[in-house]
Nanobody
Framework: QVQLVESGGGLVQAGGSLRLSCAASRSIFSFYAMGWYRQAPGNQRELVARLTAGGSTNYADSVKGRFTISRDNAKNTVHLQMNSLKPEDTAVYYC?????????WGQGTQVTVSS
């Protein structure tokens, strides 16, 4: 069991940047993977970025070159640096942890990008 708490969302103009953080309630060192998903109104939840314990990353095509996922094992935290934000990035962003085949989710943080 683990609790995930996101922070860093907000309102930003197009072209701006935000940095999301996800703090885990215990060590993330052994987690198979951590990632960020997002869900816009009327849409399904989609993968944004994912980082495995081995250091492999994968990104949605729509964010490649703009978003960067990273982890700080010492602080049990995962970050998502979002640059060159677009209005279509507007969504609720959720932190995810995959641990022994089980998914854990944070409560979500709203990101709104104005044009």
């Amino acid at each position: 069991q683990v609790q995930l708490v996101e922070s860093g969302g907000g309102l930003v103009q197009a072209g701006g940047s935000l940095r999301l953080s996800c703090a885990a309630s215990r060590s993330i060192f052994s987690f198979y993977a951590m990632g960020w998903y997002r869900q816009a109104p009327g849409n399904q939840r989609e993968l944004v970025a994912r980082l495995t314990a081995g250091g492999s990353t994968n990104y949605a095509d729509s964010v490649k070159g703009r978003f960067t996922i990273s982890r700080d094992n010492a602080k049990n935290t995962v970050h998502l640096q979002m640059n060159s934000l677009k209005p279509e990035d507007t969504a609720v962003y959720y932190c995810n942890a995959l641990i022994h085949g089980d998914d854990y989710w944070g409560q979500g943080t709203q990101v709104t990008v104005s044009s």
